[in-house]
């Protein structure tokens, strides 16, 4: 049984003498890209900075001063109305566009490939798009979108709509398919109605689709910028008597830009101390959400 | 035993190969993550740099082969790149020295010098063109006193020092700005230029020719458009009137940003503005939106007036030669003997953090800029005037128009809206009141623009100071 040596040998040492050269370039790119701007991150949201190689450690000022910021606490209100309304929407009209093209229309997929593509359109493109297109509708009733806030928000939702129905509808489609036929077909010899059908089969079926998409919308929701600033840039504005403003349509993400470079060589600190928080608040609610869906999967 | 050992050899292969496996599949992982992070910092990097080099970048390859010293200038203004490129070409082919000229795409000149600021070549020549950018950057700027090029300026109104005294950037140029006039329309209106010389009389021709415009196929002022392409023809511009009279009125030009404005002629810049804006061709409440190209309207002839500054000269006076400008009149006490508004945000500032050699290189570079004829010439035809000694003169109609004034004993109305603290910030808030104000001219509306004027100013001072 000597002869079975060689084997492992071969098998073994290529593995580990050149294992580093499978791994060590892309480790090399996600540190470099990745992990050091990721610490250096959280190292200047304790500083005081201008240019970041001339930081000067502050402590802990910036996350005092980023709390009580008046504007950033508005944003994240606005940003989570928008996250929850835009995460809803898109996903129950994402899975109602995959299920009627599942039923066997003609022509299902020229409709897929055509709902699919605003998603290739960029974000700052969309955003002025839309907001030619929304301008063009307001202005016969003498309005535009920069006067209204309403306006703002559900221009914003109507645009996330338009962009990300398509890609999700694609993910709700490959987990439609996966469904087996079998439960399908057993479903229908016990009796089952259409609608019994969808909500006791195919959804617990397509669970892992609607976990990835919610998380996917919930955390494009918080993370939204492009578009943002495209179409309204924080618009209309509510000028407070002491002379601050509230920028009413300012969504997290924007803030941080605007906090950036917006006032004093101060606020870039502040600004580098809201975008942790960010961090932090994004990759919780993305996290607890996954938690709670990945519960609800079944195991076929 | 042997039996066994083959067991024990399999399960060793066993594990090693499911190691293999999540080897792999951990290095997919890592491999897919980097190629969609370094697919975001593509989109990310290219975003920025391509609109940088779509307005210009790198002047020439060839390296210095006399000074050792380098010029990196980065320039904020888009509309003068073409030029300076040129002009970097010629002085690195008469002395060899390497002159590159980059110029931040519009309205991202603050975010580009920030970035290339912590680069291993930072600029050794770059803009500070007001207080703010003297709060800002003021560290970074060589105290230019005594420089080969302070000693060329003939006036130092156009300087900006900091607090210590230390003069951290001169200007290269000074331009004005006012209301633009085609007398020609005017006189087709049955007007006369003469019969403008105070609010009253603008008021009155400007009203009248609205009044007439469908007989007369033209209208009183180009579109107001409050976009960012437009705005800041108001909201830094105009606003200037209210700063200036307040100083005025004090006795005293500001050398500092103020951390207070009391708003005393707020009216006098809405007599101005309510005349711009329902005066015209397009209707007040579709200005919040833009797309209206003013300066074709009124280079069209379907406009009389025109808000903007000398640097139009050049476009205007193609179609539009004896096109003049006049101040802005708002219905001031003695304003009959108003100029224009003259100043200027284009500001050298030396890089104080590179070596010597480059700050060296880069002053010849200023001084050859301001004193060769050619070179000076051509800065000139598309800046405004050198306030240099031996600079070329210039052809600008505008200026001339503004030197005339000041030749009458009028007074210039200095560029106050350079203190504008906070000045994005603040202009963006007086640009969403004055949409408001726009689409509903109530006193209710007005006085949320005026909060923003006046109220705006002391919360943006307030940020821009804190520590």
């Known amino acids: 049984m000597e002869n079975k040596k060689p084997k492992l040998k071969i098998f073994k040492n290529p593995l ?4 580093w050269l499978f791994l060590g370039p892309m480790a090399a790119a996600f540190i470099i890209g990745f992990v050091w701007p990721f610490i250096q991150g959280i190292y200047l949201s304790m500083c005081q900075f201008k240019t970041i190689s001339n930081a000067k450690f502050i402590g802990l000022d910036n996350y005092v001063k980023a709390l009580s910021d008046q504007s950033f606490r508005h944003s994240f209100v606005y940003t989570a109305l928008f996250a929850i309304v835009s995460l809803v929407l898109i996903n129950v009209l994402a899975f109602t566009v995959a299920y009627l093209l599942t039923q066997g229309i003609k022509g299902s997929n020229l409709f897929r490939t055509v709902f699919f593509m605003p998603n290739l359109i960029g974000g700052i493109v969309l955003g002025y798009i839309w907001s030619m297109i929304f301008d063009g509708i307001l202005s016969h009733f003498g309005t535009s979108i920069l006067m209204d ?7 914003l939702i109507i645009l996330m709509c338009w962009q990300q129905i398509g890609y999700m509808m694609i993910i709700y489609i490959a987990g439609l398919q996966a469904v087996p036929d079998d439960i399908i077909e057993a479903a229908k010899i016990d009796g089952a109605t259409k609608t019994q059908t969808l909500f006791r089969v195919i959804i617990p079926n397509v669970m892992p689709s609607i976990t990835i998409c919610t998380f996917l919308s919930l955390t494009n929701g918080f993370k ?41 060589s101060a606020s870039s600190g502040q600004a580098q101390a809201k975008a942790v928080l960010f961090f932090i608040l994004v990759a919780a609610l993305g996290l607890i959400q996954l938690g709670i869906t990945r519960k609800r999967e079944v195991q076929q | 035993m042997s039996a066994r050992r083959t067991n024990i050899l399999e399960k060793v292969i066993n594990v090693k190969t499911q190691l293999f496996k999540k080897i792999a599949a951990a290095s997919m992982a890592t491999l897919m993550a980097g190629a969609v992070l370094a697919g975001c910092g593509n989109n990310a990097s290219s975003g920025s740099s391509s ?28 509309e003068i790149d073409e030029t300076l490129q040129a002009l970097a070409k010629t002085y690195t082919e008469k002395t060899g020295v390497e002159v590159k000229v980059t110029t931040a795409a519009s309205g991202t000149y603050s975010q580009t010098l920030t970035s290339e600021m912590d680069k291993s070549n930072p600029p050794t020549l770059f803009v500070i063109g007001n207080q703010q950018g003297v709060k800002d950057w003021g560290d970074y700027a060589l105290d230019l006193k005594d420089t080969a090029i302070a000693k060329e300026l003939n006036t130092d109104a156009y300087n900006l020092t900091d607090a210590n005294g230390k003069l951290v950037s001169i200007g290269y140029c000074y331009e004005c700005y006012g209301i633009i006039a085609n007398p020609t329309l005017i006189e087709k209106a049955g007007h006369k230029m003469d019969e403008i010389k105070n609010f009253a009389g603008l008021k009155a021709v400007a009203e009248d020719i609205h009044a007439k415009a469908d007989t007369l196929g033209f209208d009183a002022f180009s579109s107001s458009d409050m976009d960012d392409s437009s705005s800041w023809r108001f909201t830094g511009h105009m606003a200037n009137l209210e700063y200036f009279y307040e100083e ?28 711009c804006i329902n005066n015209s061709l397009t209707s007040p409440k579709d200005l919040a939106t833009g797309g209206h190209d003013a300066e074709n309207e009124f280079k069209t002839g379907k406009a009389a007036f025109f808000v903007n500054g000398s640097w139009e000269y050049a476009a205007v006076s193609e179609t539009v030669p004896n096109a003049v400008m006049i101040p802005y009149y708002c219905g001031v006490e003695g304003e009959e003997k108003a100029g224009l508004n003259c100043g200027t945000e284009n500001c050298w500032a030396v890089n ?11 002053i010849d570079f200023m ?17 405004g005037i050198m306030p240099y000694t031996k600079a070329a003169e210039s052809k600008n109609g505008f200026l001339k128009n503004a030197a005339d004034y000041t030749a009458n004993g009028c007074y210039v109305m200095d560029w106050a809206t350079n203190y504008q603290p906070n000045v994005d910030e603040y202009r963006a808030a007086l640009v969403s009141a004055l949409n408001a104000y726009n689409a509903n001219q109530t ?25």
């Open chain 2, 352 to 362: 104080a953090k590179v070596s010597e050699d480059d700050q060296k290189a880069t």
């Open chain 2, 248 to 275: 005025k009125e004090a006795g005293k030009q500001w050398t500092e940003c103020p951390p207070t404005i009391t708003g005393k002629y707020m009216e006098n810049y809405k007599n101005l503005y309510d005349l």
């Open chain 2, 443 to 467: 006193d209710e509306a007005w006085a949320a623009v005026k909060t923003a004027f006046v109220d705006g100013w002391a919360t943006q001072y307030a940020a821009a100071n804190a520590k």
């Open chain 1, 224 to 264: 939204l910028f492009d578009q943002n600033l495209a179409l309204t840039a924080g618009q209309p504005f509510v000028i407070q008597p002491d002379g601050s403003s509230i920028k009413t349509t300012e969504m997290l993400a924007l803030n941080i830009f605007n906090t950036f470079y917006g006032s004093n």
């Open chain 1, 16 to 19: 580990r003498r050149w294992g």
């Open chain 2, 51 to 78: 609109k940088a080099e779509s307005s210009g970048s790198q002047a020439s390859e060839s390296k210095a082969s006399t000074g050792t010293g380098k010029v990196y200038w980065l320039n904020f203004k888009p």
């Open chain 2, 367 to 383: 001084v050859w800029l301001v004193t060769d004829p050619d070179a000076s010439a051509k800065m000139v035809e598309q800046l």
């Open chain 1, 149 to 155: 806030s309403t306006f703002g928000f559900w221009g």
